[in-house]
């Protein structure tokens, strides 16, 4: 791989429920286990960062291949919900859905798009073979 761009932060305290920053400052804040899980709730979680992420990322990957293929994504969304839960030997893993809304173009085409943009987005290529990953396509 032929390195674009890396990101870097740094989490402490006692991880979920600590305080995470990136190296520039930008994003600075308290980490909290959610409520659900037995938690105060009261900061983000590493499951919502990994949702936005997934999303943005997503998206533009979408709005890549649609204008490689002169497909109309305007006022296009990506929702993503990332869960977490136990897995049988103990430890913990991740499944996402992403909804993605396309409400220029019909069905066929849309979920054309949206399949291409699961091979060329980043982290749809990182969780491929890890994670459950459901693509939910709408025309909303």
Known sequence: MKTL?????????????????SSDGRLDFDLAIPKEMGGSGNGTN?????????????????????????VDVSDSSVGARVSIGQLDNGGFGLAVELEVTLPNVDAETARQVTEKAHQVCPYSNATRGNIDVTLNVTDD
């Not at 761009?5 to 920053?21: I, V």
């Open 46 to 70: 590493p499951e919502q960062l990994f949702a936005v992420g997934y999303a943005a990322c997503f998206h533009s990957a979408l709005r890549l291949v649609a204008r490689q293929d002169k």
């Open 5 to 21: 761009y890396t990101a870097e932060a740094l989490a402490t305290g006692e991880g979920r429920d600590g305080h995470g920053r």
